[in-house]
Antibody, heavy 122, light 110 residues
Framework: QVQLQESGPGLVKPSQTLSLTCSVSGGSINSDIYYWTWIRQPAGRGLEWIGRISSSGNTNYNPSLKSRVTMSVDTSKNQFSLNLNSVTAADTAVYYC??????????????WGQGTLVTVSS | QSVLTQPPSVSEAPRQRVTISCSGSSSNIGNNAVDWYQQLPGKAPKLLIYYDDLLPSGVSDRFSGSKSGTSASLAISGLQSEDEADYYCAAWDDSLHVYVFGTGTKVAVL
């Protein structure tokens, strides 16, 4: 079955750019019915949707993060990526990648990666 | 950005039934389907219910979902110790243009 795995630095300095990659295995990232998403969770807190990207590169971002977020997809590597610039301590969280199945009036995240902790600190 | 409200915690004895509520508005639950996720301690969330009341393959039928108006519910019957986890509802919000998650509910088995 499809599996997702996040990778990237665990420590980022304030004002710099957080960069993560999600590798997809067990299936192709090329799909008309799936989007690929990022979700984060600060320690002890709830989940926040960051944005989504299709295999053709169409994106939708959370308006609260839109000015700082860029997502990209590399179909040749079966990967998609997240860049979040100008980070502060408030961006410290576990970052998850997940597959998003879209249907009219709904969408669900399945499966999820195991998550990667990113700490913003000097 | 938790616009979906859940009770912080619920608890019940083994083999009993618990229900978790998720309250939203016309721009999210009232107009779009609801999903539920289970997050075991230290683990990634896992899809539990999708499209209001559908069970993914492999999920126990002790879990069930329902929706009425701008509220949704998750029920767990035959409660087991392995059900101790955080549970989140989620839905697309037409006004905010984001997927919104609930505030989360911690389930404890007494």
């Amino acid at each position: 079955q499809v599996q997702l795995q996040e990778s990237g630095p665990g420590l980022v300095k304030p004002s710099q750019t957080l960069s993560l990659t999600c590798s997809v295995s067990g299936g192709s990232i090329n799909s008309d019915i799936y989007y690929w998403t990022w979700i984060r969770q600060p320690a002890g807190r709830g989940l926040e949707w960051i944005g989504r990207i299709s295999s053709s590169g169409n994106t939708n971002y959370n308006p609260s993060l839109k000015s700082r977020v860029t997502m990209s997809v590399d179909t040749s590597k079966n990967q998609f990526s997240l860049n979040l610039n100008s980070v502060t301590a408030a961006d410290t969280a576990v970052y998850y990648c997940a597959r998003l199945r879209l249907v009219v009036g709904s969408g669900w995240f399945d499966p999820w990666g195991q998550g990667t902790l990113v700490t913003v600190s000097s | 950005q938790s616009v979906l409200t859940q009770p912080p915690s619920v608890s019940e004895a083994p083999r009993q039934r618990v229900t978790i509520s998720c309250s939203g508005s016309s721009s999210n639950i009232g107009n779009n389907a609801v999903d539920w996720y289970q997050q075991l301690p230290g683990k990634a969330p896992k899809l539990l219910i999708y499209y209001d009341d559908l069970l993914p393959s492999g999920v126990s039928d002790r879990f069930s979902g329902s929706k009425s108006g701008t509220s949704a519910s998750l029920a767990i019957s035959g409660l087991q110790s392995e059900d101790e986890a955080d549970y989140y509802c989620a839905a697309w919000d037409d006004s905010l243009h984001v997927y919104v998650f609930g505030t989360g509910t911690k389930v404890a088995v007494l």
